[in-house]
């Protein structure tokens, strides 16, 4: 018994859930909650295409009138079924088939769009992961350093000034980890339910960022967004060929049936009948649909100048984000294979000066930050470049699960 309510009386474990940045996408893929709900669109398309393109159901009528002295007694059976002349009923097919590819096509945007942030998060996530690590070496060597300007103020080698100072920028660097841990914190909130995480549950984000390699060129015509705008002129044109059709409403033809019985003087009752076709042609006298025609072909033009001015847009965002990707990638690697070499190289000299008193503290301490601002520089450089290249991806329609 004290076995088992000592096991219900630990704490509860923490939940932990590791992903990785290739990972990001299928996982948002499969979690996401609004892509969930996204998806039910595609599915109510579906239904409308199921009842589009039908024949009207038929109409089946009947009467009685019973004997009177100047009428017989009359049973009447009629049915009539309403059929187009036009081509309205292919056109009503056609364009719910385009809308069923207009909303797959929409959820392929909202995905391209979430994936993109998501990564963009998790980029950042390891970025910053990645800066607190650094500033964890920073904090180790002028720890270091301030044991030393200590013991050396003790002995009465060096100006108390210089430990304190010391001890200054010791507290400045772990001061600077907890504010970017404090940034991670606010991503892996933000990011947590786009994967499907719940608030409940730690999270952390595997993996390095690649090497700086630029991308294949690859055509943004096949974006998501861009293939909706087609598809939609294409509806939009058969909407209009589809107003059209309704300049003339349906026909209708029928048969009717009719049983008449009539009582005679002599007791007799005389029974008779008759079979007929009707046919009904609407006559378009007043009403030509005019004005759904004209509101039809003006959406069809509209839709045509949005399409060519997103196709101006997503070229735009397309060069923009490979020319940024490009610069981060030559700044990246001239920091770190130029300036960053140099830069350790003097501070590694300053350092062992300072040790052996040929120069002061402030000296070092500049240098120092000199080498921080420098290997920060150049990890903003990398993460600029991979969030280029996802909005590059993201531009062209390279973004998939």
């Known amino acids: 018994m004290f076995r088992l309510l000592w096991f219900f009386c630990l704490p509860a474990l923490s939940l932990a859930a590791e992903f990785s940045l290739s ?16 998806r039910l669109a595609v599915q109510e398309a579906h239904g409308r295409q199921l009842g ?14 019973n004997e009177s002295r100047v009428s017989p007694r009359t049973t009447v059976f009629a049915i009539d079924q309403s059929f187009p002349i036009t081509k309205r009923l292919h056109l009503e097919k056609l364009l719910t088939s385009q809308l069923v590819t207009a909303a ?7 995905e391209r769009r979430l994936i993109a942030e998501a990564r963009s998060h998790a980029v950042k996530i ?21 044991v030393f300007a200590k013991s050396r103020a003790e002995r009465g080698e060096l100006s108390p000034l210089d430990a304190v100072q010391a001890q200054v920028d010791e507290q400045r660097l772990v001061l600077e980890a907890r504010r970017l841990e404090t940034e991670v914190i606010s991503l892996l909130g933000a990011l947590k339910p786009m994967l499907g995480v719940s608030p409940a549950e730690s999270c952390t984000i ?36 589809l107003a059209h059709s309704k300049r003339i409403q349906d026909i209708s033809a029928g048969f009717y049936a009719a049983r008449e019985g009539q009582d005679q003087p002599a007791g007799n009752r005389e029974n008779t009948g008759f079979v007929g076709f009707r046919f009904s042609i609407p006559l378009p006298l007043w009403n030509r649909n005019q004005g759904e025609i004209a509101e039809k072909k003006a959406t069809a033009e509209r839709q ?16 923009t984000a490979r020319r940024e990707m490009q610069a981060h990638a030559d700044l990246a690697r001239e920091t770190r294979d130029t300036l960053l070499p140099l830069v350790m190289e003097q501070t590694s000299k300053l350092e062992k000066a300072y040790e052996s008193g040929q120069t002061d503290l402030l000296t070092v301490l500049r240098a120092r930050d000199q080498r921080l601002q420098l290997e920060a520089a150049a990890l903003d450089a990398v993460r600029d470049f991979h969030l280029a290249r996802i909005r590059y991806e993201a ?3 390279a973004i998939k699960p």
Do not use: C
């Not at 024949?55 to 009685?64: D, H, K, M």
């Not at 060129?217 to 294409?234: E, F, V």
């Open 23 to 38: 990972g990001i996408a299928s996982r948002v893929h499969s979690h996401h909650p609004m892509l969930q709900a996204a």
């Open 52 to 65: 589009s393109g039908r024949l009207a159901n038929p109409t089946l009528e009947t009467s009685f009138q």
């Open 104 to 110: 797959e096509l929409e959820v392929q945007d909202v």
């Open 126 to 146: 390891v970025a910053l992961e990645k800066q607190r690590a650094l500033r964890q070496q920073q904090t180790a060597l002028a720890q270091k350093l301030s």
């Open 206 to 241: 595997s993996g390095d960022l690649r090497t700086l390699t630029m991308p294949s060129i690859t055509p943004w015509q096949q974006r998501a967004d861009y293939q909706l705008a087609q598809t939609k002129i294409s509806a939009a044109n058969t909407d209009a060929s």
């Open 304 to 319: 045509r100048l949005e399409a060519e001015a997103l196709g101006t847009q997503i070229a735009s965002e397309a060069d």
């Open 395 to 397: 531009a062209t329609g």
